[in-house]
């Protein structure tokens, strides 16, 4: 059995706490988009996805990831039942980061031009 989640996206929300034993855990948020035409119109598909880290990827998450910060997570898909305060059962789907890898920060230079005379060509 294969049970391999790859994501690349911008981070959203990021939360870092440790256990009564001193391990560090983060879950953070992480977002994706997948643009696409449909009936001639573009348009565009956002996805969340849940990211727990443990350990050493957690601290490194909590010393230099902040939201908006482009990630490369490489880990498993996991999930877990919980029920809510009326009583219904739900599951959340999350994934178990393996690897982490920090994305280069968009640089100014790469932005598009602001007037039609800031154009290099």
Avoid: C
């Avoid at 391999?4 to 706490?17: E, P, S, W």
């Avoid at 953070?28 to 696409?36: A, G, I, R």
Wanted: proline share 2%; no cysteine; glycine share 6%.
């Amino acid at each position: 059995m294969i049970n391999i989640a790859q994501v690349l996206g911008r981070v959203g929300k990021i939360d870092t706490k440790s256990t009564a034993s001193g391990v560090k855990i983060t879950n953070l948020s992480l977002v994706t988009s997948k643009k696409f035409t449909k009936n001639g119109e573009k348009q565009e598909k956002v996805t969340w996805h849940n990211v727990t880290l443990f350990s050493k990827l957690s601290e490194i998450a909590e010393k230099y990831v902040s939201t908006g910060d482009l990630l490369y997570i490489q880990g498993e898909m996991d999930n877990q039942k919980y029920t809510t305060q009326d009583g219904q059962e739900r599951i959340k789907h999350f994934i178990i980061a393996h690897d982490l890898k920090l994305m280069p920060k968009s640089k100014e230079h790469h932005a598009a031009p602001k007037e039609a005379d800031d154009v290099p060509w």
